[in-house]
Nanobody, 115 residues
Framework: QVQFVESGGGLVQSGGSLSLSCAASGIIFSTYAMGWYRQTPGKQRELVARMSTGGSTSYADSVKGRFTISRDNAKNTVYLQMNNLKPEDTAVYYC?????????WGQGTQVTVSS
């Protein structure tokens, strides 16, 4: 059974930091590209950051220089370090695992940034 356990969301003031983590089980973690997406009410889910199986990263322009994605294949965990948070970063953040054949999503964790 595939399962993702996300943690680290919460309420933070503008300019603050949060660190999200997503622990996966039931998949061969190292064979999946891992990413973080976010969604606000009425909007489409958007890519925040992604890390390939080889370690290449990509970021949304809005978070470049502020967010850092990393992964620990030994712990089957992907992280998102978020610094200098802004109110517009407020969203539900979802962990994503993708391969050529299938995609999996976490349950989401709320991040709220107050001004």
């Amino acid at each position: 059974q595939v399962q993702f356990v996300e943690s680290g969301g919460g309420l933070v003031q503008s300019g603050g930091s949060l660190s999200l983590s997503c622990a996966a089980s039931g998949i061969i973690f190292s064979t999946y590209a891992m990413g973080w997406y976010r969604q606000t009410p009425g909007k489409q889910r958007e890519l925040v950051a992604r890390m390939s199986t080889g370690g290449s990263t990509s970021y949304a322009d809005s978070v470049k220089g502020r967010f850092t994605i990393s992964r620990d294949n030994a712990k089957n965990t992907v992280y998102l370090q978020m610094n200098n948070l802004k109110p517009e970063d407020t969203a539900v953040y979802y962990c994503h695992a993708g391969s050529l054949r299938i995609n999996y999503w976490g349950q989401g964790t709320q991040v709220t940034v107050s001004s």
